[in-house]
């Protein structure tokens, strides 16, 4: 049978998701933190309680999303931090760093795991050093540039993956989950855009 | 401890404990799954039995659900019949039911597993299920595995692993089979689970989301999935295959045409490494409309087919041999061909098992308007006496 530990990490996604989401929401009427907690505390319990079929809308969501990776959990975390402080972590190195490694894997990943290549990559994490040796090498980096957050979330991961702590014994699942992936390509499109507002106007030139 | 202090501490203690991971890591994943080969079991395959085809209907006359996808297995109390039953094809709260047959008659079904037990045992939102196909683990236990959508749609499939330690009479929790990173979505069942060496299990599957593909699935002893291989070389491929291990480093398996695949015919694959590489699939001449065969390993030299022998419709079942290679086939008889007084009948999705030796099951479903699962038994002496006619009628 599921153990608690699983039954919480099934729904720690859709949990953080729809807290952030909806604390997100309540940040454009201006809310205090403390309102903004209620709100998406609301929120969760709102999509218990609303049905949609014969099942909560909660549920849906958590069928829809699965577990989170370790680096999913710690983007999610951030997301939802965010959503009721305010303050923005795009603009940090670590963070750009970090979605950028995530976007990149779930590109190398996600497509050929859906059948939209002839090779699937998926295999690359039940075994053999190439995965591993990426993963070390992004460590190596990491750990370099003083990103312990990075760090910290990829070594969770792995002990996970040694322990095999999850269902999966496959790597990848440990590192990225479709989630992460997009709220990582969300949080880049955000930055291009605010790159493009903000870009500096050139001088304008003078006309003699 | 002053803050440059803490900071030297936590740099320190984050490189040991990567340096110490990144090295297990590497020492798991280079060592880990250790190489397999093919089981090979060769039946004996005795000429025995009457000559009559023995027919029965498994489900109830009164069934009014969809049913579909049976499959069979062999117990000491006789043969064990399960399938799955909505009230259309991919339908919410689904069941995977089961029949018994004691040699005369069939038992009224009992319910294996429903969506809602499912639901609760995975502790995920179950919408539909499909697909049984039952393993025999040992003595007494009996492993099934079938398909469960979560959301909508066969593509949103994962596999799901019952097991039963007193040969199908009770089940225990459900158990997700976790092959792919992206929502755990998309593969289903439908052909019987081969041995590997090292007690470990070859599940033929298929990916159905965007390409159809068949996939051989790797069990390790707790039936968690420990590699994955992609079939066919790519491509858009067929699916729902049937591999026959021929050595223990060969095999071919039997590949379900796609729809717009021409021509309409069996499609084959071969590996020569124990299943890590498959070769392209190739047509072979045995029509198919587009629906699952069933293979078994028959003797030393050949595989038995139950198929529908036509390139459009499944319109009957029939057996045939093939050789090791799948290069050479021989039909050996009808086992059962549609009723044109029924509008829309089929007789789809055979499955075919050697529950004694020198006796043949197969398995399969009529739908609606029919919402039948029958059954039919024949024996080795009929398969032989038939091939001899097909032989001189040729």
Known sequence: MMSAVDYLLDRSSAVLLVFAAAAALSHVLRLSPAKRIAIGLIAIAAAVLIPISTRSAFDWIVSALERPSAPGLLLLALFAISAVTGRRFDGGSEFRFGTAMLVLAGVLLYPGAVGFLNYDPYALGYSGYVLPLALVLLLAYALFRRYFFIVAALNVGIIGFLLEAGRSLNLWDYVIDPLAWLLAIGAWITIAIAAVIRKPKPASSVVA | ?394
């Not at chain 2, 040991?16 to 397999?36: F, G, Q």
């Not at chain 2, 089940?171 to 081969?194: C, D, V």
């Open chain 2, 1 to 394: 401890m002053d803050r440059r202090t803490t900071r030297t501490l936590t740099t320190w203690t984050a490189i040991a404990c990567s340096i110490v991971l990144s090295a297990l890591l590497l020492y798991k994943m280079t060592n880990r799954v250790e190489p397999w080969t093919f089981v090979v079991d060769v039946p004996q395959a005795p000429v025995r039995g009457n000559l009559q085809i023995h027919a029965a209907t498994i489900t109830p006359p009164d069934e009014k659900d969809f049913v579909h996808g049976p499959s069979l297995i062999q117990t000491p109390a006789g043969l064990l019949a399960f399938w799955y039953r909505a009230v259309y094809e991919g339908a919410a709260n689904a069941e995977i039911v089961s029949a018994r047959f004691d040699g005369t008659r069939w038992s009224p079904t009992a319910v294996v597993k429903d969506s809602s037990a499912v639901t609760r045992d995975i502790g995920l939102t179950v919408k539909s299920l499909a697909n049984p196909v039952a393993f025999r683990r040992s003595a007494n236990d009996i492993w099934l595995f079938f398909a469960a959508s979560r959301l909508s749609g066969w593509a949103t499939c994962e596999i799901i692993l019952v097991r039963s330690t007193d040969n199908g009479q009770t089940w225990g929790p459900a158990q997700r089979l976790y092959a792919s990173p992206f929502l755990n979505m998309s593969h289903l069942t439908k052909s019987l689970p081969i041995r590997l060496s090292g007690d470990r299990i070859a599940l033929p599957a298929y990916h159905e989301m965007n390409r159809k593909y068949p996939i051989m699935l790797v069990l390790d002893s707790n039936g968690r999935v420990v590699d994955k291989v992609r079939m066919g070389n790519g491509g858009t491929v067929g699916y729902q295959p049937a591999i026959i291990p021929t050595s223990p480093t060969t095999a071919i398996a039997f590949v379900r045409r796609l729809n717009s695949f021409r021509p309409q015919s069996i499609l084959i694959t071969r590996t020569t490494d124990a299943g890590r590489t498959w070769t392209p699939v190739a047509p072979i001449d045995l029509p198919n409309p587009g629906g699952p065969i069933a293979a078994i390993r028959y003797d030393e030299t050949r595989i038995l087919l139950a198929f529908n022998d036509d390139p459009k419709d499944e319109s009957n079942v029939k057996l045939a041999f093939s050789n090791l290679d799948g290069t050479s086939f021989r039909r050996i008889g009808t086992l059962v061909q549609v009723n044109d007084q029924v509008k829309g009948d089929a007789t789809a999705y055979p499955f075919l098992l050697e529950s004694e030796p020198g006796q043949f099951d197969v398995v399969f479903s009529r739908p609606p308007p029919q919402h039948v699962i029958d059954h039919v038994r024949v024996s080795s002496a009929w398969i032989e006496q038939n091939l001899e006619r097909s032989a001189e009628q040729k």
